[in-house]
T-cell receptor, first 110, second 114 residues
Framework: GENVEQHPSTLSVQEGDSAVIKCTYSDSASNYFPWYKQELGKRPQLIIDIRSNVGEKKDQRIAVTLNKTAKHFSLHITETQPEDSAVYFC?????????FGTGTSLTVIP | DAGVIQSPRHEVTEMGQEVTLRCKPISGHNSLFWYRQTMMRGLELLIYFNNNVPIDDSGMPEDRFSAKMPNASFSTLKIQPSEPRDSAVYFC????????????FGPGTRLTVL
């Protein structure tokens, strides 16, 4: 099955700086890559996703890039704010079942 | 739409007791997933259903765990007998049955087994 690796496991940035989280996947048939944000004590919530026919997608301060050849995708958060502090999960799928990364705990220091 | 609904939100029970967690998926969604989240293991898929049929239960830890989906709007996850190591947050998620369809998570049930 698919194997998704996520790095780093923890990340601290100063408010206003950028944050980048990277994931790699093993199954070249994976075609959908969502990113979830989980605040403390809350449910994971979708923040952005990308499909395999697209190389980059942007939504305000967040963007995701996909390199199918290298089988990796990344989440970019610009102009970070304290409310961006949370655990972020990447996932990959070829169909219904999502394979999640192990999560990145992002702390934005005011 | 109210989103995915789970109950109870919190459950505290004693070792050996039966625990039943409940989930109502988003109306129109026909895939349903049960996950367990702990600090040690992260987010683990336990089982998922397509059109009420269990597709993959390889994540179910052992025979003490069972899940059912008697109809399109209701699923249960049962632990019998419960053990302290079952303490975790259990999430239910739903999506459409099609490749690359987003999963939406419920609020979770925080289970504590004493």
């Amino acid at each position: 099955g698919e194997n998704v690796e996520q790095h780093p496991s923890t990340l601290s940035v100063q408010e206003g700086d950028s944050a980048v989280i990277k994931c790699t996947y093993s199954d070249s048939a994976s075609n959908y890559f969502p990113w979830y944000k989980q605040e403390l004590g809350k449910r994971p919530q979708l923040i952005i996703d990308i499909r395999s026919n697209v190389g980059e997608k942007k939504d305000q301060r967040i963007a995701v890039t996909l390199n199918k050849t290298a089988k990796h995708f990344s989440l970019h958060i610009t102009e970070t704010q304290p409310e961006d502090s949370a655990v972020y999960f990447c996932a990959a799928t070829t169909g219904n079942q999502f394979y999640f990364g192990t999560g990145t705990s992002l702390t934005v220091i005011p | 739409d109210a989103g995915v609904i789970q109950s109870p939100r919190h459950e505290v029970t004693e070792m050996g007791q039966e625990v039943t967690l409940r989930c109502k998926p988003i109306s129109g969604h026909n895939s349903l997933f049960w996950y367990r989240q702990t600090m040690m293991r992260g987010l683990e898929l336990l089982i998922y259903f397509n059109n009420n049929v269990p597709i993959d239960d390889s994540g179910m830890p052992e025979d003490r765990f069972s899940a059912k989906m008697p109809n399109a709007s209701f699923s249960t996850l049962k632990i019998q007998p419960s053990e302290p190591r079952d303490s975790a947050v259990y999430f239910c998620a739903s999506s459409l049955v099609q490749g690359g369809s987003t999963q939406y998570f419920g609020p979770g049930t925080r289970l504590t087994v004493l």
